[in-house]
């Protein structure tokens, strides 16, 4: 069965560089074992990567031994619904790439806070500025 995106299309890859998603496949994938939710394509922001910090999630800090480069400004990166939900209703949320942000995310996030952060992410997102 292909995974469905919050559009009701084909989930799409959301990076490889850095490689994301829990199953670090590329993709927004979920399943039992991911029990954060990383369902949410994001586009990260400096104000983004510091809220998480902020709330004790440091995506800015790599973690070899569990193969995390830590993230930059345009870095995409399958985020968890709660965090990504907290930094939005912080005044801080991500960029989110929807056909890449699987439909369960809309278990705990409305789509019309994922559309009001909705991007187009071109070839090169390290161009991006926000």
């Not at 989930?11 to 949410?40: A, K, Q």
Request: glycine share 10%; aromatic share 6%; hydrophobic share 40%.
């Amino acid at each position: 069965m292909t995974e469905r995106n919050v559009l009701g299309g084909e989930l799409e890859s959301c990076g490889f560089d850095p490689l994301t998603g829990f199953y670090r496949d590329g993709c927004c994938n979920t399943g039992p074992e991911d029990l954060g939710s990383h369902t949410i394509c994001a586009v990260v922001t400096q104000e983004f990567l510091d809220h998480q910090r902020r709330i004790g999630n440091d995506l800015i800090t790599p973690m070899p031994a569990y193969g995390f480069p830590g993230l930059v400004p345009g870095d995409r990166w399958c985020v968890t619904a709660i965090n990504w939900l907290r930094a939005h209703l912080d005044g801080a949320a991500a960029f989110v790439v929807l056909a890449s942000t699987h439909e369960r995310v809309l278990d705990v996030v409305p789509l019309d806070a994922l559309r009001e952060h909705a991007v187009d992410v071109p070839e090169d997102p390290g161009s991006l500025t926000a």
